[in-house]
């Protein structure tokens, strides 16, 4: 089992930024991947960017240039960030931290982020 807590949401303007932290603990071992999905009521849930351990990337079209996903692992956690610059109104969702560990997708609560003037 692996446990994803997230943090640092919040109400930003437009053009602002925001840093979103995401912490799994637990059976930390077998993960290969870790990312950032989003979703809005009525949508489905979409990708924003993963963080492979590897250490490669990977960034929907809407966030390229704008989003920069990172992460660092220790003995106890793993941690994957999100730094997100130039936000705009269509940012706003609720952001889910995910994790790929031995074939299973675990998902964190989700953490507000809303951009508005």
Known sequence: QVQLVESGGGLVQPGGSLRLSCIASGSILGITRMGWFRQNPGKQR?????????????YADSVKGRFTISGARDNAKNTVYLQMNSLKPEDTAVYY???LSRGY???GRGTQVTVSS
């Open 105 to 107: 997708n675990y998902w």
């Open 97 to 99: 931290c995910n994790s």
């Open 46 to 58: 979409e990708l924003v960017a993963t963080f492979a351990t590897s250490g490669s990337t990977a």
